[in-house]
């Protein structure tokens, strides 16, 4: 029984593994789609076309991400956005935000 127990644990370790990679993925694609944006102005069609593509759904659904069209639509906002990933994921972003929305809020 303990033997199932540390198979188990290990394939869920190894499953979790496997979903951080594809989920750094779709950062890379998300990244190559804000630079091909800012470079030649068609990056929200660039995602839409990937994640839409075979395999950009099978990226997502590796990564853990329902590949509908809702999320289709995020992911072209927020390459329309222009904030890179890795200042989106940061901290300081992350309070930046949260304080420009607590402005919004005192104005109205």
């Known amino acids: ?3 199932f ?4 644990a290990f394939n869920f370790e190894q499953g979790q593994r496997a979903r951080k990679l594809f989920a750094a ?3 890379a694609a998300l990244d190559d789609a804000i630079a091909d944006d ?3 102005g068609n990056g929200p069609e660039q995602i839409a076309r990937w994640a839409r593509s075979r395999d950009g759904r099978e990226v997502l659904s590796c990564a ?3 590949p509908n069209e809702r999320v289709v639509k995020g992911l072209m906002e927020f390459v329309s956005k ?3 990933t890795s ?3 940061s901290r300081e972003e ?3 935000r949260m304080a420009a929305e607590a402005e919004d809020a005192e104005a109205a």
């Open 1 to 3: 029984m303990r033997d």
């Open 5 to 8: 127990v540390d198979g188990s």
């Open 25 to 27: 993925v779709v950062l």
């Open 38 to 40: 800012k470079k030649y």
């Open 64 to 66: 853990g991400i329902d």
């Open 82 to 84: 222009g904030v890179r």
């Open 87 to 89: 200042v989106a994921l």
């Open 94 to 96: 992350s309070e930046r």
